[in-house]
């Protein structure tokens, strides 16, 4: 799987205390959409510009809580890491094509920053059986600090 790529006021939200993205962080979601989803990096910040939310069986409008959140840095590479734990949905009847996180803390769709996306690259299809998101090896994404 892709590493995700981060929506471009993500690191200043998180500045600005909008997102928490610390060890343990509870609140992070991931939101299913379709192919008619078009990302936008600069314009989309809050969830309520995200369109084309996936409906199906097994999945739950507004997405999936990302579990066991993990930030690390490393030196070697001047990066820090963020991952969580992989997501399964079983049962469930489904076509998506990318993976929006955002962090559901607010609870108000005009307040829930965006932080990333993640595209299949193919539409990725569940018929009455487990639809699977494992986040890449190296992590949901992470940051270059130098």
Known sequence: MAIAKMYGQCLLKALNKEVNLGNGATGLKLMLCTSAYVPNQETHIYKNSITNEVVGTGYTSGGIAI???????DGSTNTITVDGADIT?????????????????SGVA???PLIAYIDFETDQISSNGSFII?????GIFTVATA
């Open 134 to 138: 494992t986040f890449d090896a190296n």
């Open 67 to 73: 579990s066991s959140v993990t930030v690390a840095y």
């Open 110 to 112: 005009t307040t829930m």
């Open 89 to 105: 949905l079983a049962n469930s009847t489904i076509t998506a094509r990318f993976g929006i996180i955002y962090d559901s803390t």
